[in-house]
């Protein structure tokens, strides 16, 4: 539980939350063998020996804070517990600083039952209270820790009919999250300032109410990074909501308003702030963040033109990859012309790199054969012909990627008979 999910620092993939005296050998330890031994991810059980005194320690801070994903096993007496308890404090102190996953797991007990303390989960939780009545604000941090993480999508082990089959779904579920959040760092890599975005966005999903829907509308300009947005929105926090959450982008701000979207839950996307412009161009333009002191001027002047836009700042880094300062001098002039012109778009800028490439590569190859799913995002088609219809098993063809050459396509297209464009950049 607690490390970002898209953090190198990561040493742990899974923590392991639980009440020892409940779950360790009856239930804990056949999860942890089955995600540490079985499967080879890498897993913190802790020692009892490791509690002691009222703080967490430093061995199970780090622990915690070192984990992408954090399983919480609610039992009966998980409410007696004060080291599950402030454990749990610290996991969702993660989950909100960090984007770490928590995956609740109800052995025995009902998730109502944990959230407000009742039934049988409620003679534990009295007892310890006893203990803390001088620190109720304690208290209160255990109850808001309790009611949040219950209301958090789970597993409840009295819908399976024996603990294998508990186990082998919380395993299922701890793959795919973690198969995600590699999806999710590869994509946050690829923009600077991308996580910042996700912070300022994620009060509109309202994570404290997962039994309503939520609609969240992301607007901004061609290229400005919504889709990246939304994509890393749905890889980070897919997982909490039974698909309760909409997630609508557009160019036009009224189509949101049409649409019925509230305006408190309407994103404006701006342009990257200059530091993080400028670090994203020099990721493409030399694979570092940062540029060649001969190219510091040249670069500068790239990412001015760019105002912000992290796919032109991407097209033009790409094709200054590895080439000439003459070549710079050569786009710098372009860039000039354009921007004095009457015509200033995203699109008469991508040209400069369009424009470079070799006739070849603008050509649809010639393909045969079974083909269901055909990427060309390393190609610059500027046409599907009539002769695809030869591929009558193609499903998919994505012809909206950047190559490192510095390509712009603009569309993915899902074929099922007929043609149809299904996202647009």
């Given at each position: 539980?607690?490390?970002?999910?898209?953090?190198?620092?990561?040493?742990y993939?899974?923590?392991?939350?639980f009440?020892?005296?409940d779950?360790?050998?009856?239930?804990t330890c056949h999860?942890?063998?089955d995600?540490?031994?079985k499967?080879?991810?890498?897993?913190?059980?802790?020692?009892?020996?490791?509690r002691?005194g009222?703080?967490?320690s430093?061995?199970l801070?780090?622990a915690i804070q070192?984990?992408?994903?954090?399983?919480v096993?609610?039992?009966?007496?998980y409410?007696s517990?004060?080291?599950c308890?402030?454990?749990l404090?610290?996991i969702?102190e993660?989950?909100h600083?960090?984007g770490?996953?928590?995956?609740?797991?109800?052995?025995?007990v009902s998730?109502s039952?944990?959230r407000h303390q009742t039934?049988?989960?409620?003679h534990?939780?009295d007892q310890?209270?006893?203990?803390?009545e001088?620190?109720?604000?304690?208290?209160?941090r255990?109850?808001?820790a309790?009611?949040?993480?219950?209301?958090i999508a789970?597993?409840?082990s009295t819908?399976?009919?024996?603990?294998?089959?508990?186990?082998?779904?919380?395993?299922?579920d701890?793959l795919?999250?973690?198969?995600?959040?590699t999806?999710?760092t590869?994509s946050?890599?690829?923009?600077?300032?991308?996580n910042?975005?996700?912070?300022?966005?994620k009060?509109?999903?309202?994570?404290?109410?997962?039994d309503?829907?939520?609609?969240?509308?992301i607007w901004?300009?061609?290229g400005?990074?919504k889709?990246t947005?939304?994509?890393?929105?749905?890889?980070?926090?897919s997982?909490?909501?039974?698909?309760?959450r909409?997630?609508v982008t557009?160019?036009?701000?009224?189509v949101?308003?049409?649409?019925?979207v509230e305006?408190?839950?309407?994103?404006?996307v701006n342009?990257?702030k200059?530091?993080?412009?400028?670090?994203h161009?020099?990721?493409?333009a030399?694979?570092e963040?940062?540029?060649p002191?001969?190219l510091n001027?040249?670069?500068?002047r790239?990412?001015?033109?760019?105002?912000g836009?992290?796919?032109?700042?991407?097209?033009?880094?790409?094709?200054l990859y590895?080439?000439?300062?003459?070549?710079?001098?050569?786009?710098?002039d372009?860039?000039?012309?354009?921007?004095?012109?009457d015509?200033?778009?995203?699109?008469?800028?991508l040209?400069?790199?369009y424009?470079?490439?070799?006739p070849?590569?603008?050509?649809?190859?010639q393909?045969?054969?079974?083909?269901?799913?055909?990427?060309?995002g390393?190609?610059?088609?500027?046409?599907v012909p009539s002769?695809?219809?030869?591929l009558?098993?193609?499903?998919e063809?994505d012809?909206?990627n950047?190559?490192?050459n510095?390509?712009?396509?603009?569309?993915?297209?899902?074929?099922?008979?007929?043609?149809?464009a299904?996202?647009?950049?």
């Amino acid at each position: 539980m607690a490390a970002s999910s898209s953090s190198s620092s990561c040493i742990y993939e899974v923590f392991l939350n639980f009440r020892g005296e409940d779950t360790r050998r009856i239930f804990t330890c056949h999860l942890y063998d089955d995600l540490y031994d079985k499967k080879k991810i890498k897993t913190f059980m802790d020692d009892e020996k490791l509690r002691r005194g009222d703080e967490i320690s430093d061995a199970l801070l780090n622990a915690i804070q070192g984990s992408k994903i954090s399983v919480v096993i609610f039992s009966t007496d998980y409410g007696s517990s004060k080291w599950c308890l402030n454990e749990l404090v610290k996991i969702l102190e993660c989950k909100h600083t960090n984007g770490q996953i928590i995956i609740p797991v109800f052995y025995g007990v009902s998730p109502s039952d944990v959230r407000h303390q009742t039934g049988i989960f409620k003679h534990g939780f009295d007892q310890l209270k006893q203990h803390f009545e001088e620190k109720p604000e304690m208290v209160q941090r255990w109850r808001d820790a309790l009611r949040e993480t219950s209301q958090i999508a789970g597993h409840e082990s009295t819908k399976f009919s024996n603990d294998a089959q508990l186990v082998n779904k919380i395993v299922e579920d701890v793959l795919k999250k973690l198969e995600k959040i590699t999806v999710s760092t590869d994509s946050s890599n690829g923009l600077v300032g991308l996580n910042s975005r996700i912070e300022q966005i994620k009060p509109f999903l309202c994570m404290d109410l997962s039994d309503t829907v939520q609609i969240v509308g992301i607007w901004g300009t061609g290229g400005i990074g919504k889709t990246t947005l939304a994509e890393a929105i749905f890889d980070q926090f897919s997982g909490e909501f039974d698909g309760s959450r909409i997630v609508v982008t557009t160019r036009d701000k009224r189509v949101l308003e049409k649409f019925g979207v509230e305006k408190e839950k309407i994103y404006g996307v701006n342009g990257l702030k200059f530091r993080e412009a400028f670090e994203h161009f020099c990721n493409f333009a030399f694979k570092e963040s940062h540029c060649p002191e001969d190219l510091n001027w040249h670069s500068w002047r790239v990412v001015e033109y760019a105002k912000g836009n992290p796919l032109v700042l991407k097209v033009l880094g790409s094709s200054l990859y590895l080439k000439r300062k003459s070549h710079w001098e050569n786009v710098l002039d372009d860039l000039n012309r354009i921007c004095e012109s009457d015509i200033h778009n995203i699109y008469e800028i991508l040209k400069i790199s369009y424009n470079e490439l070799i006739p070849r590569v603008k050509k649809f190859p010639q393909i045969s054969g079974k083909v269901t799913s055909l990427n060309l995002g390393y190609t610059a088609i500027e046409e599907v012909p009539s002769s695809i219809e030869c591929l009558t098993h193609l499903v998919e063809l994505d012809l909206r990627n950047l190559g490192e050459n510095g390509t712009f396509i603009s569309h993915r297209f899902s074929l099922d008979g007929n043609y149809r464009a299904a996202i647009a950049i």
